[in-house]
């Protein structure tokens, strides 16, 4: 058995980089360092179907054909569709994201990704108000308050609090004893429990809970004996406790991006981590979700400069999110033709979406069986990230981090069959 050191685990925005790998005959069959989720990304699911060849559905049934075949047949799914749309991208490296927006400006596309159903408001809060960030290496040898905000990293990033909190740091030489832990969820979570301070808000009142922090700290007083559910003598031993911090950092997740206020959440939680440098050194940091989808953003915004919902549609790039994202153009059922690729919007989208991907052809560049393969017309199987195919991906703060490839495949990466319909559109187009 050889073991393959220094992996990067191609799961989670935590972006895990000190992944050892036990490879068996060109076969990942253990792990070390990864988390339960990290583990069972490389180790292959038993029972899990991987799809080995190219797939395009004839008369109902999927049959296998030649990625001569299935290419031609995803270039004119593009090609022909009035309004199509290229969706996913979070789980795969920065170079197929390349190529995939070279490819949406010849279809003339809408290209997005999972941003646009996850941290998207964050990046319309940090587009009103700003961005003040750090790397994880920052807070970990510097912070000694640690703010978790509508996240739970024990489950979604589950190395996020031990690589972060837990860990010796420069200036914090005994770890977590160093640092003052706050955890703002409705809930009672795995993160909430290990927690200094744990606000239970009520669900869906984060504005008004950052709201009446910032009026604390700003030196006004709260009129109400409780906000959000949140007793006032709490909230002002809280803001004690921020404004006293040396190097503060507020991470935040899905609580506050999917809540009432979604974008405004974000624009206030943004404005408090400002105002709190008055007094305090403050930083945040948005708990991506994917281990790439900060990536996509960098990538697409060097490229045409916007990060996601771009639409091609005029041959310049137009951004409108609440328009020209994946949900809205589906919804109103713009979109007439559909691509993904690196994701799930099958398992993850609202019904009404998918009563609009159930009506058009899709092509789904995919690993695995999913909900969306199952709604598919063509099936196209890629090389994994992070372990069949290398490749550069995005840290949830932006450090980029490149991917190894641990074990052979025949099969194509992703950037190779991007580029290969990318040749297929090119020509339809210039047929016309
Ligand atoms: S925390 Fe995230 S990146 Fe790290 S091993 Fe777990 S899933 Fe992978």
Redesign the pocket.
């Known amino acids: 058995m050889e073991l393959v050191k220094n992996v990067v685990?191609p799961?989670?925005?935590?972006?895990?980089d000190d992944?050892i790998c036990k490879v068996e005959n060109n076969e990942i069959v253990g792990t070390m360092?990864?988390?339960i989720?990290?583990?069972s990304?490389f180790v292959h699911t038993e029972g899990a179907e991987r799809f080995t060849k190219p797939l395009v559905r004839k008369n109902g049934e999927f049959v296998e054909v030649t990625m001569d075949e299935a290419i031609d047949k995803a270039a004119h799914i593009l090609a022909d569709s009035k309004r199509p749309l290229m969706y996913g991208w979070s789980c795969t490296d920065c170079d197929a994201q390349a190529v995939g927006v070279k490819l949406a400006e010849e279809a003339k596309a809408c290209i997005d990704n999972t941003a646009s159903v996850c941290h998207g408001p964050s990046v319309l809060g940090l587009q009103d108000v700003g961005y003040p960030i750090c790397t994880f290496g920052e807070v970990k040898n510097r912070a000694d308050v640690v703010v978790y905000w509508g996240c739970n990293p024990m489950h979604a990033?589950?190395?996020?609090l031990s690589r972060n909190v837990f860990a010796r740091g420069f200036f914090r030489e005994r770890g977590r004893p160093d640092r003052t832990l706050i955890v703002v969820d409705p809930r009672k979570t795995d993160s909430s429990k290990l927690a200094d301070i744990h606000l239970q808000l009520d669900f869906d009142h984060d504005y008004e809970l950052l709201d009446a922090i910032r009026t604390v700290l700003l030196g006004n007083d709260i009129l109400y004996d409780e906000v959000a559910g949140v007793p006032k003598e709490l909230i002002y031993e809280t803001v004690e406790v921020l404004k006293n911090a040396q190097f503060g950092i507020l991470f935040f997740g899905m609580g506050i991006t999917h809540s009432r206020g979604k974008h405004r959440n974000i624009d206030t939680a943004i404005c408090l981590t400002t105002d709190l440098n008055r007094n305090a050194k403050f930083n945040l940091i948005p708990m991506r979700g994917h281990?790439n989808v900060t990536g996509f953003n960098q990538v697409c915004t060097w490229e045409v400069g916007y990060p996601y919902c771009v639409d091609f549609a005029t041959g310049t790039p137009r951004y409108n999110p609440g328009e020209s994202g994946s949900n809205d153009l589906l919804q109103s059922k713009e979109t007439d033709g559909m691509l993904v690729i690196a994701s799930d919007p099958g398992g993850n989208f609202p019904q009404k979406a998918l009563e609009r991907m159930a009506e058009i052809p899709i092509v789904a560049i995919e690993p695995h069986r999913t909900p969306t393969t199952e709604m598919s017309d063509v099936i196209i199987p890629p090389a994994i990230v992070g372990m069949q195919a290398e490749g550069t991906a995005y840290r949830m703060e932006g450090v980029p981090i490149r991917m190894r490839k641990v074990v052979d495949t025949d099969l194509l990466t992703d950037r190779e069959i991007l580029e290969r319909i990318l040749e297929k559109v090119k020509e339809i187009n210039a047929s016309k």
Not at 11 to 16: D, K, M, N, S, V
Not at 157 to 160: A, K, V
């Open positions: 685990c799961f989670c925005g935590t972006l895990c992944i360092n990864a988390c989720i990290g583990h990304k990033h589950p190395r996020h281990y």
